[in-house]
């Protein structure tokens, strides 16, 4: 296993004096309010009390974005046997097979779990509508409200955390750094606009964050996922591993001037077809797995079709599927589109690839732990190891309720044995004593804007030694001035938590001098079995 070191600028993003500013306490802390934080706080029950902290509102995250829904094995035809082999299969030989076995063999619990907390996932007859979806040998995937399956679950995942005493919310509250002393995690630093900075002192303390898509121009993500929990392990000293693999999209509406939408995988597993300017159905070129090959092969199927046709998109093709079919299946991809007067039962949809999964996060064993005593992670934040080199369609939720459950149970074990008394830690944070530099004179937009067009440019759908290096040293140009200045309000911390990150990711993608799942390098196109090993990013300052 390939090792790398890195040392963040700072270790707290601010100054701070535990005297200054308030305290707060609890059992559990847990950062992050989409499926997998909220499945853990779930796990918190008396007399133990959780804190859940969400960036924004409960209502809005990855999770609730998820449209495609939640793959397992419900089908009498289907077997275990069939779903860890296509998890495996997508994961080009990094996946665990122990991680996947046993996330797998959760499923079907896992999802009647949802049914008793509310959930309406979609029926037929009776019976759970089970849909296929890109890599997936059978139809396994449940979903809701057609195609809105994750605003569904989270709906009612939601309200069952608003009904427990156990457990108190923090909504609009950015988490800046976690709090380490003597090797061990003891809580977070936090802010928000009614109280400025807080110290939340927490007995175990759960990372679920989410994802990094918003590092990249093109992408399906809401504009939350700036890898802020990734950025904080990495700074509190927790082991990250798999930085390489972003997970590319193949198909998000592409209209000139117009926010991204996601065209859930589903549409092909229903039967649409992917067609070039020309109207060639090109995917036969590239895989006899045709439009459900794998995402990471369809995303480079439809880029060297781009760069065939010299066209800046590719189609999706619905129009020789029955219409009541697509509109009951796909009502809200037909509504986004109807905003741009396209009509998915007769138009073409224009698509192309986008930054949707970070593969890649904070290193996690099977139960959630991280390398970092005190400190528990799940869903998109972690590698687990299910996904390999590349996500299997549908198994991002599954892993958020599975690990969401095994993290948060862990937790709250661990906090119960825990009998001494809360107390506050005279933390030092390392600023100098006088401001290296103040804030003012940068244009954050601007930085951000520029950071993301880099990353997609260089560290996008294909890479290469000189574009990956060139990357790297203008994200470092780039850093040595945003890391040296404290600011006072999240749209600073996210770009340095992004500057951060896109310099983790960039150094884990030079080291893979190979082609794996979603990392593509045009100077190394094929996959060499000797580096069918993971990537592990350390700091080389643990606290």
């Keep these: 296993m390939a090792d790398i070191q890195f040392s963040p600028r700072h270790r707290y993003l601010v100054r701070f004096h535990p005297k200054r500013i308030p305290h707060a306490f609890t059992d559990v802390l847990i950062l992050g309010g989409g499926i997998a934080g909220l499945r853990a706080a779930l796990e918190v029950r008396e007399p133990l009390q959780a804190t859940v902290v969400t960036k924004d509102s409960l209502s809005h995250s990855n999770s609730v974005y998820a449209q495609g829904g939640i793959a397992g094995v419900l089908d009498p035809l289907d077997a275990f046997a069939n779903h860890v082999d296509d998890t495996i299969t997508a994961g080009k030989g990094l996946c665990d097979r122990q991680v996947v076995e046993m996330v797998i063999h959760e499923a079907p619990e896992r999802i009647r779990e949802l049914i008793r907390m509310g959930t309406q996932f979609d029926r037929e007859d009776g019976e759970l509508a089970l849909t296929k979806e890109g890599g997936h040998s059978h139809r396994r995937i449940v979903h809701a409200l057609g195609d809105a399956t994750g605003k569904e679950v989270m709906r009612a995942m939601i309200e069952r955390v608003r009904r427990s005493s156990q457990i108190q919310c923090w ?149 020789h599927l029955d219409r009541d079919l697509i509109k009951d299946r796909f009502p809200h991809i037909g509504s986004v589109c109807a905003e741009f007067g396209l009509d998915i039962t007769r138009d073409l949809i224009p698509v192309r690839p986008g930054a949707h999964y970070m593969v890649g996060g904070v290193t996690v064993d099977q139960q959630g732990r991280t390398t970092l005593p005190g400190l528990w992670a799940a869903g998109e934040v972690t590698s687990s190891g299910l996904h390999g080199a590349n996500r299997l369609a549908s198994n991002s939720l599954l892993e958020g309720v599975v690990y969401g459950k095994l993290a948060g149970s862990g937790a709250a074990e661990a906090a119960a044995d825990i009998q001494d008394s809360f107390h506050a830690i005279p933390l030092d944070s390392d600023w100098p004593r006088e401001r290296e530099h103040d804030e003012d004179g940068l244009n954050l937009t601007d930085l951000r804007n520029a950071l993301t067009s880099e990353m ?20 470092e140009f780039w850093n040595r ?35 794996r799942g979603v990392h593509f390098r045009r100077d190394f196109p094929e996959s060499d079995p000797a580096q069918a090993t993971q990537i592990t990013l350390s700091s080389a300052g643990k606290s």
């Excluded at 918003?214 to 809401?222: K, S």
């Excluded at 749209?491 to 960039?506: C, D, H, S, T, Y």
Aim: hydrophobic letters at 40%.
């Design 456 to 475: 997609w440019r260089q560290v996008g759908i294909r890479r290469d030694d000189a574009g990956l290096r060139e990357a790297g040293q203008q994200v």
């Design 171 to 319: 909504p609009e509250t950015f988490s800046i750094d976690l709090l380490t002393s003597e090797g061990r995690c003891r809580g977070a630093l936090v802010w928000n606009r009614h109280h400025g900075k807080t110290f939340i002192w927490a007995k175990q303390t759960v990372l679920a964050t989410g994802g990094a898509g918003c590092l990249y121009r093109e992408t399906t993500n809401p504009d939350i996922a700036t890898g802020d929990g990734h950025a904080i392990a990495a700074r509190a000293g927790a082991d990250l591993r798999d930085m390489e693999f972003m997970q590319f999209h193949p198909t998000v509406l592409y209209i000139a001037g117009s926010s991204r939408h996601l065209i859930s995988e589903a549409v092909r597993g229903e039967g649409a077809y992917l067609r070039d300017s020309r109207g060639h159905r090109f995917m036969q070129d590239y895989d006899e797995r045709l439009e459900l090959a794998p995402r990471d092969v369809v995303s480079q199927a439809i880029t060297a079709q781009m760069d065939l046709t010299k066209h800046p998109n590719v189609y999706l093709d619905l129009t």
């Design 481 to 515: 001035y945003v890391s040296s200045r404290e600011f006072d309000a999240p749209q600073g911390w996210e770009l340095q938590n992004m500057m951060l990150v896109a310099k983790l990711m960039i150094a884990a993608a030079l080291h893979r001098t190979e082609s």
